[in-house]
């Protein structure tokens, strides 16, 4: 069975940091592009950062460019979403998912993804 499980979110203050991983089940993720999601309470979900499967090549979304970092650890099948100088507006459900169509870059739109976990709660608080 292939799953994605996300842990790391928590409550944090602003200014703060946090790293989420993305641990797969029953496949691969090095041959997999990974994205990472979120949606806050009342919005859609949007991408944040995601990894290309071939090259590695990372994207990030403007909102956390300078701010999140996202890596692999193909030993552990996981990959990581690094995330510093949290604000208020971080605040959301985070996801992670993957895909193996053969494709350019990565992407940060929901197709397509093919495979999703759970989601983890961030929230930045004082």
């Known amino acids: 069975q292939l799953q994605l499980v996300e842990s790391g979110g928590g409550l944090v203050q602003p200014g703060g940091s946090l790293r989420l991983s993305c641990a797969a089940s029953?496949?691969?993720?090095?041959?997999?592009?990974i994205g990472w999601f979120r949606q806050a309470p009342g919005k859609e979900r949007e991408g944040v950062s995601c990894?290309?499967?071939?090259?590695?090549?990372?994207r990030n979304a403007d909102s956390v460019k300078g701010r999140f970092t996202i890596s692999r650890d193909n030993a552990k099948n996981t990959v990581y979403l690094q995330m510093n100088s949290l604000k208020p507006e971080d605040t959301a459900i985070y996801y992670c998912?993957?895909?193996?169509?053969?494709?350019?870059?990565?992407?940060?739109?929901?197709?397509?993804?093919?495979?999703w976990g759970q989601g983890t709660q961030v929230t930045v608080s004082s």
């Open positions: 998912a993957a895909q193996r169509r053969v494709m350019g870059l990565c992407v940060m739109y929901e197709w397509p993804y093919d495979y």
């Open positions: 029953g496949f691969t993720l090095e041959y997999y592009d």
């Open positions: 990894v290309q499967s071939s090259s590695s090549s990372t």
